[in-house]
């Protein structure tokens, strides 16, 4: 049978928050912020392994964490990489060599969406046990113009027809393996891996509903909201 593994990224450093600590382990509410996702896969009856792709310097930290708070599935830590694919490449293989089988599903989740819902976890893990992949998304709700200079477009898209690319992606673990392996082969680097797949024809990607909560903290402003919606219980 097949394990369901949330394999959570949180190997970046988040420049954008000009803080000095690390966003993923910013105080939110009394917990860093990487606690808070922790918990929700630990809380998970759809999930039974937590792995974790960490910055360096902060993987003993990681630890003590999730021993305070009690992370019973956190099973492994890897050190993340200078990029998102490096990262994943790193706990694929980690992974591959600690007896995870090819057939696990691998939930890839960024540390700083602590609002992510048990029904997008088992919408992930439904569809990719069913079509062999998920990507959680959400309707546009907005026109998009396309530009490449910035300043004037040609192009547009309606909204209809867009949609807005959220974490978890969800993948076999032999499938993400087999991608990455021919991704170094060929030279891509791809900033996510929904993208990557699609560069590469691992398509259809299929989407499951995402949730306009399931925020991600990339600006100082983001974590005003994120303590908004924790004491409003809205997450």
Known sequence: MSRKIAFVMAGGYGDRMHKETPKQFL??????????TLLKFEQSNDIDVIIVACLSGWIDKLRKMAAIYNITKLKGVVEGGCNSQESISNGIEYMLLNGYNEDDIVMVHESVRPFI???IISDNVNSCMLRGNAVTAI??????????????SEQHFMRENMFMVQTPQTFKLGCIASAINEANEKGIVSQSLYILMSQLDYTPLYMVDGDRFNLKLTYPEDL????????????
């Open 27 to 36: 105080d939110l509410l009394g917990k860093p912020v990487i606690i808070h």
């Open 117 to 119: 819902t048990d029904k």
């Open 139 to 152: 309707r546009g709700n907005e026109s998009y113009l396309y530009s490449e200079n910035g300043i004037s």
């Open 224 to 235: 005003k909201i994120f303590e908004i919606l924790l004491k409003m219980n809205i997450r």
